[in-house]
């Protein structure tokens, strides 16, 4: 198994810039995807983004397409969601999820991952 751990939310202004960061530890491979989700309140928990374990494929929801992006420190085991231009809409709490994989790993439904970090909130006002 491998634990995530989330950090980084906070209260931020619209059109301000965030880093959220997921530390995993525990049984760590390079046949791990990783992803990005976030859930609104009212809302279903949706995919943002997701990226292999070395960070050199990476993938994304359309709404976040130009403003978010994916990057790995491989060093530190750590994946970062940087988040520019951040809307009142983005406001949710977002999470980091993993699963290992044997073949394809770009997976964006939440049920292809099996192991998630306890999230961090991230509030954008207007």
């Known amino acids: 198994q491998v634990r995530l751990v989330e950090s980084g939310g906070g209260l931020v202004q619209t059109g301000e810039s965030l880093r959220l960061s997921c530390v995993a530890s525990?049984?760590?491979?390079?046949?791990?995807?990783m992803a990005w989700f976030r859930q609104a309140p009212g809302k279903e928990r949706e995919f943002v983004g997701g990226?292999?374990?070395?960070?050199?494929?990476?993938w994304y929801e359309d709404s976040v397409k130009g403003r978010f992006t994916i990057s790995r420190d491989n060093s530190k085991n750590t994946m970062y969601l940087h988040m520019n231009a951040l809307r009142p809409e983005d406001t949710a709490v977002y999470s980091c999820?993993?699963?290992?994989?044997?073949?394809?790993?770009?997976?964006?439904?939440?049920?292809?991952?099996?192991?998630w970090g306890q999230g961090t909130q991230v509030t954008v006002s207007s």
């Open positions: 525990g049984s760590t491979n390079d046949r791990i995807a």
């Open positions: 990226t292999n374990w070395s960070g050199t494929s990476t």
């Open positions: 999820a993993a699963r290992f994989y044997s073949g394809n790993y770009n997976y964006r439904r939440k049920y292809d991952y099996n192991m």
